[in-house]
């Protein structure tokens, strides 16, 4: 597509229009990453504090009785609960980057458990579930895009975010459980 355009503006006479606004984009694209680097950088000290701290582990066990009823087949003592209270958390705090590497961990930790390497466990189906939906406090990316163009209250969208993030996980989990029901009831048939 570019190099149709290219071509294109060649031919209709507005190459130079093309090098301008390919100069301006390139501009914009690194001010938004200075932008980005800044913001990222933070959360992501903050969650190296936090877990140096060892405020993911208490958190982890603060929550565990959630997470026990949202994974049921999991062991109390599974170390796939502390990567996936890990990623929530990374997630929970706008944290896309830094979650992956818990949420990868988290699935490897599952797969491992797995009875059948084929297909994914239930835990591994609701964990996926509740990584895409995640729950979200401070959607970091959006404030930074919000930042770097210069808007009023970068921060306005905290509030509206986190409960649509919350809509979002509560119907994940439902559509995981209902899917789940009528798959078991399936397999009895």
Request: a positive charge; one cysteine or more.
């Amino acid at each position: 597509m570019i190099l149709f355009g290219i071509v294109y503006s060649i031919f209709n006479g507005t190459i130079d229009d093309v090098n301008t606004a390919m100069f301006e984009a390139s501009t914009q694209a690194v001010q938004l990453i200075i932008g980005f680097i800044a913001i990222f950088t933070f959360w992501l000290g903050m969650m190296e504090i936090a877990k140096r701290a060892g405020l993911l582990d208490q958190l982890t066990r603060l929550t565990r009785p959630l997470l026990r009823k949202i994974f049921p087949d999991l062991s109390p003592s599974d170390p796939a609960l502390g990567f996936i209270m890990s990623n929530l958390t990374a997630n929970f705090f706008g944290l896309g980057n830094a979650a992956t590497p818990f949420g990868l961990k988290a699935m490897s930790a599952l797969q491992e458990q797995n009875p059948n390497k084929n297909s994914p466990s239930r835990s591994m189906v609701t964990f996926l579930c509740l990584n895409t939906a995640a729950l979200t406090l401070f959607p970091t990316t959006v404030i930074s895009l919000r930042m770097s163009h210069g808007a009023l209250d970068a921060m306005d969208i905290v509030i509206p975010a986190f409960l649509a993030t919350c809509g979002s996980c509560i119907t994940a989990l439902l559509l995981d459980r209902l899917f789940w029901s009528f798959s078991k009831r399936r397999k009895k048939v």
